[in-house]
T-cell receptor
Framework: DQQVKQNSPSLSVQEGRISILNCDYT??????FLWYKKYPAEGPTFLIS?????DKNEDGRFTVFLNKSAKHLSLHIVPSQPGDSAVYFC????????????FGQGTRLTINP | EPEVTQTPSHQVTQMGQEVILRCVPI?????FYWYRQILGQKVEFLVS????????KSEIFDDQFSVERPDGSNFTLKIRSTKLEDSAMYFC?????????????FGQGTRLTVV
């Protein structure tokens, strides 16, 4: 049941450049999307989110873009910093019910100095 | 900053034993969740809890699992008879309210190893 997919298991980016992490989903009932960042031996930490009524949300160096027709979202980090090295999870949920999160497999981002 | 805390950080148990994982959600939050992540796999939803009852559970959450909020602060996950395949990181999460544009906050996790 791959409702949320992150097709790139890893990504390596030079410090100062833009990091782009991608996520696709299949369930059209999802209406809220989140990105979490995870360091080893820690829990996921909320990064940024976007509602399905928007196509862009920006918070400092982080911007999330949503393309509903393509069922695709992306996270842009610019400029990338060494502290951004972590695993990034895309997650989605529906408005009603328990609002459980459905996660992608994660993308390991490595920022090279 | 308020945070979700989980204990223990690592639990080793023998197959067939009962184990209780503990969580203290953020104090004014109303919605509570357990997720797990088997090594190398994605984070999976187990169960959600609101108003002292389970609001949704996944197919993973069978009769061997139970949750409880025994007092105003703790939220526990019990596995009655552990199996090798229960070995995973277990994450507790809490959320303030049901409105769509609020995020869930996660604890640091409990690594459960069943031997």
């Amino acid at each position: 049941d791959q409702q949320v997919k992150q097709n790139s298991p890893s990504l390596s980016v030079q410090e100062g450049r833009i990091s782009i992490l991608n996520c696709d989903y299949t369930n059209s009932m999802f209406d809220y999307f989140l990105w979490y960042k995870k360091y080893p031996a820690e829990g996921p930490t909320f990064l940024i989110s976007i509602s399905s009524i928007k196509d862009k949300n920006e918070d400092g160096r982080f911007t999330v873009f949503l393309n509903k027709s393509a069922k695709h979202l992306s996270l842009h980090i610019v400029p990338s910093q060494p502290g951004d090295s972590a695993v990034y999870f895309c997650a989605a949920r529906r408005a009603e019910g328990a609002q459980k999160l459905v996660f992608g497999q994660g993308t390991r981002l490595t920022i090279n100095p | 900053e308020p945070e979700v805390t989980q204990t223990p950080s690592h639990q080793v148990t023998q197959m067939g034993q009962e184990v209780i994982l503990r969580c203290v959600p953020i104090s004014n939050h109303l919605y509570f969740y357990w997720y797990r992540q088997i090594l190398g796999q994605k984070v999976e939803f187990l169960v959600s809890f609101y108003n002292n009852e389970i609001s949704e559970k996944s197919e993973i959450f069978d009769d061997q699992f139970s949750v409880e909020r025994p007092d105003g602060s703790n939220f526990t996950l019990k596995i009655r008879s552990t199996k090798l395949e229960d070995s995973a990181m277990y994450f507790c999460a809490s959320k303030l309210r049901s409105s769509s544009n609020t995020e869930a906050f996660f604890g640091q996790g409990t690594r459960l190893t069943v031997v």
